[in-house]
């Protein structure tokens, strides 16, 4: 305790540095990088990708308050996506079942095979 006396007591808090808010520029940029990494996953080339960059970019956006924007994107990405795939995967099947009850089976493998390729 000796040591201490006579040094002056440390007043004011440390804060850490204001962050600056992302331009609409960076936004883009990084939900591009974002948007393609969705869609390449989906068409199953996810080995093409440098995950690194894909993690950057969501924490990028995170850390700079667009989380609602980011969610909000990849439900509408991933919506779109779904619609696509049931319009071409599954309504044709649904169309042959609606002619022949014995076919609700080919139907459920559809779904099925879809779902597991989400």
Request: hydrophobic share 35%.
């Amino acid at each position: 305790m000796a040591s201490l006396q006579g040094r002056r007591p440390v007043r004011g808090k440390i804060r850490p540095p204001q962050k600056k808010s992302l331009s609409e520029s960076q936004f883009d940029s990084n939900w591009a990088t974002l948007s393609n990494a969705i869609v390449t996953i989906h068409e199953q080339k996810a080995n093409t990708l440098s995950y690194e960059e894909v993690y950057r970019c969501g924490y990028n956006l995170v850390v700079h308050k667009c989380g609602e924007q980011l969610y909000n994107g990849v439900k509408n990405l991933i919506e779109q996506y779904l619609e696509s795939e049931a319009q071409v995967k599954i309504v044709p099947v649904l169309c042959i079942a609606d002619t022949s009850p014995s076919e609700g089976v080919q139907v459920l493998k559809a779904i099925q095979k879809l779902w597991k390729h989400h």
